[in-house]
């Protein structure tokens, strides 16, 4: 069956020429009745120039349906390939291949099991890894994560939302993986967005064989300051197996695991937690830091105590600092289960640091790994102010010779930027700085050139004197 045409802009097809994967609403001159999700072929209108359907798109696309873009018949439309699209999405277009697409299903299989393979070269001395990135293993708005025999996942598209859909992509991965469960994580701010009916997040798929969940509780041992909590700028497709009836399972099983990461050790919840699960894309830069921490540290926006635990192994004292209390629950007893003695601060990031350093409290290593601040270009420059805070209290309480660990997962913020950042607050706090490492992302999350999107974690390792 012929794939239905979505048409589109020269602007819009420059910017594929160009390497990337998206275009956006306003570049979309034509639709031939699309349904949502639909896998679609994407030409280029030819014979007029962008200038001349901008304005006409920008009307037509201000409505809710697609079934207001009426198709422009003028010159000779170029094929340039195959794409997901979405009704719904300021991000129109999601290209898959340059070419048609005839069989999708083959295709998924084709990228799964590519993106397994990458892992299986690249990634070393873990059972946590990203299997699917989205756009960096062009299956755009999928994204599936391993914890040891786990696997999360996340729908962030309306083209895998659909059950046929779902049936290919979790019989490939349990092919793959041989996972003992598969869970879905859902964001409800995405399904919105994308105009996809609410669902819970719950485990879509379950062997038969899977072993009940670890219900063991280690108790809390962290300390709660007196700070403010603010500190953040603040049917399922089933396959072979236990099938579960999303409207009668419940939302909050426990459904463990424990994982590894460089040699340290970590127990996984799989409906608990942000996303996903834990922050993997910091794994190699948790070992890095690692290698040049020393004395006294402070892990702040610890979370699950990712960097702490790590640090804890070169380091004579460790305190992480959360504002969440479930995010330092869970870094106990992953201190508990590498028998780690470590102190754990419920506070709000911002006071403390201001407290701390005004009171001449001094560290020789610091972590600063906040929660994207920038989340739209408009925040830019908030987000800039905040990391500029946040850095110029670190580099006060440093001693000298210390170490600084400064992270970003904004992408909006550039690599070019938290330099920016860094170099100013050096010269407010009069300390001289020494770029160690200029770091980003780790292995099983591939960054592509021509998808800077795909780019946006920031990790600056740093000597303070």
Known sequence: ???????????????????????????????????????????????????????????????????????????????????????????????????????????????????????????????????????????????????????????LTQTWDPVPMRNVFLSELQDALNPRAIVERVDPRVRRLEQLPERESGIVWQGENSEPPNQDVIPNRFSDEDHSQSNHPASLGMTSGEEVDPREAPVTPKLQTEFHMNDVRFLYDALGGQKTGAFLDQRENYAAAEKYARGGALDVFTYQGGFALHLARSCEKVTGVDSSRPALEAADQNAALNGREIEWIEANAFDLLRDYSDSGRKYDTIVLDPPAFAKSRQNRETAIRGYKELNLRALKMLRPGGILVTCSCSYHVSAADLLEVLASAALDSHRIVRILENRGQSKDHPSILGIPETAYLKCLISAVS
Request: aromatic content about 8%; some cysteine.
């Open 1 to 155: 069956m012929r794939a239905p045409v979505v048409t589109i802009c020269r602007r819009g097809a420059d910017r594929i020429r160009a390497g990337h994967v998206w275009v956006y609403r306003s570049d979309v001159v034509a639709t031939e009745g699309v349904q949502p999700g639909a896998v679609v072929l994407v030409q280029e209108q030819g014979g007029l120039p962008a200038g001349k359907f901008a304005g006409k798109s920008a009307r037509a696309t201000r409505t809710s349906s697609d079934k207001n873009v009426r198709p422009t018949r003028t010159g000779v439309a170029r094929t340039l390939g195959t794409a997901f699209y979405s009704t719904a999405s300021e991000i129109a277009i999601r290209m898959i291949s340059p070419k048609p697409v005839t069989n999708i299903e083959q295709l998924v299989r084709e990228r799964i099991r590519a993106g397994v393979a990458y892992r299986e070269r690249f990634v070393q001395n873990t059972n946590a890894y990203r299997v699917i990135f989205s756009e960096g293993d062009f299956l755009p708005g999928l994204i599936v994560d391993k914890y040891n025999d786990i696997l999360s996942l996340q729908v």
